[in-house]
C-alpha cells in the first residue's frame, strides 16, 4: 500500500517508516502538519494516512474531518501519545488508533486491518452486478437535448475537475453527476480503480501492467484501458480471481 505519514516530529516519522517499509508497504509523502498532509493526500492518493493529532496549527481531528469528507478518502490511522482523543477520533471514521510509543504488532495490525478486502466482500460485489435493482439509464443533457445512455453500455466513469465523463461502447458524455454520488448508487455494478475513475465489473478482461510498474485494465468492447491506482491494484487482482 501506498502510505503518507503525518507527524510533527522527524523522529517519530523516521521510525515509522522503517517499520512501514518493513510490512513492504510504501512511504509515498510525509508531512508534519494538517496543510501538508492534505497537500499530500490530493498530489498521491494514498491508501493510507498515519496522523498524528497534536501538531502545530490544525489538529489532525480537523484534517482528519476534511479527509474524511473528500471522495474515496484514504484510510485514517491515528497515532498519538493521548488516548483522551479515542472516542472523537473513531467519530472521523478512522480505522485504527494507535498510542505512541507505537509497538511494530499494533502497527502491524493496523495496515492489516487498513487494506483487507474479504473474499465475501468480493463476491458480494459480484452478485450485486449481475442483480442490481438500481436505475438502468445514466440522464445526459446535450445540444440534441435529454439523451439516456442504457447502464448496459457503460464501460467506466471518468472524473475531470467539475464534470463526469461516461464512457460507452458507441459514445462519450458529459453528466453532471459527481463520482462519488455514482459509486455509492451503483457499488455493486461499478468499482473504483483510481481516485478519478469507477468501471463496470462485469466487463473487465483483464489487468496490465508495463515495465514501470503502472496497471491498467482491458475493457470489454472498447480500446481505452483505465488507469488503475496502486492503491487499487490488490483489490482488483483479488476481484479477477472470482470473476
Not at 72 to 80: E, G, K, M, V, Y
Amino acid at each position: 500500500m501506498d502510505i503518507v505519514i503525518v507527524d510533527d516530529e522527524p523522529l517519530a516519522r523516521k521510525r515509522l517508516h522503517k517499520m512501514i517499509t518493513e510490512y513492504g508497504h510504501t512511504v509515498i509523502a510525509e508531512a508534519a502538519n494538517g496543510n501538508e498532509a492534505l497537500d499530500a493526500v490530493a498530489i498521491h492518493d494514498p491508501a493510507v494516512i498515519l496522523l498524528d493529532i497534536e501538531m502545530p496549527g490544525e489538529t489532525g481531528l480537523e484534517t482528519a474531518k476534511k479527509i474524511a469528507a473528500l471522495d474515496s478518502p484514504p484510510a485514517i490511522i491515528f497515532t498519538t501519545a493521548y488516548d483522551q482523543y479515542a472516542l472523537e477520533a473513531f467519530d472521523t471514521s478512522a480505522s485504527s488508533y494507535l498510542l505512541k510509543p507505537i509497538q511494530q504488532t499494533q502497527l502491524k495490525d493496523a495496515l492489516e486491518k487498513a487494506k483487507s478486502v474479504t473474499k465475501l466482500q468480493l463476491e458480494s460485489l459480484k452478485e450485486g452486478a449481475e442483480n442490481s435493482n438500481r436505475r438502468q439509464h445514466i440522464t445526459s443533457k446535450g445540444h440534441r437535448g435529454i439523451e439516456l445512455i442504457a447502464l448496459e453500455d457503460i464501460r467506466y466513469f471518468m472524473a475531470d475537475q467539475k464534470y463526469v465523463t461516461v464512457i460507452g461502447i458507441n459514445e462519450s458524455v458529459l453528466i453532471d453527476e459527481t463520482l462519488k454520488e455514482l459509486e455509492a448508487e451503483f457499488s455493486k455494478q461499478f468499482i473504483r480503480v483510481h481516485r478519478n475513475s469507477l468501471v463496470s465489473i462485469k466487463h473487465i478482461l483483464g489487468l496490465n501492467r508495463d515495465r514501470q510498474g503502472h496497471y491498467s485494465l482491458r475493457i470489454a468492447d472498447i480500446d481505452d484501458t483505465p488507469t488503475v491506482s496502486r492503491r487499487y491494484a490488490s483489490k482488483i487482482k483479488s476481484l479477477l480471481k472470482i470473476l
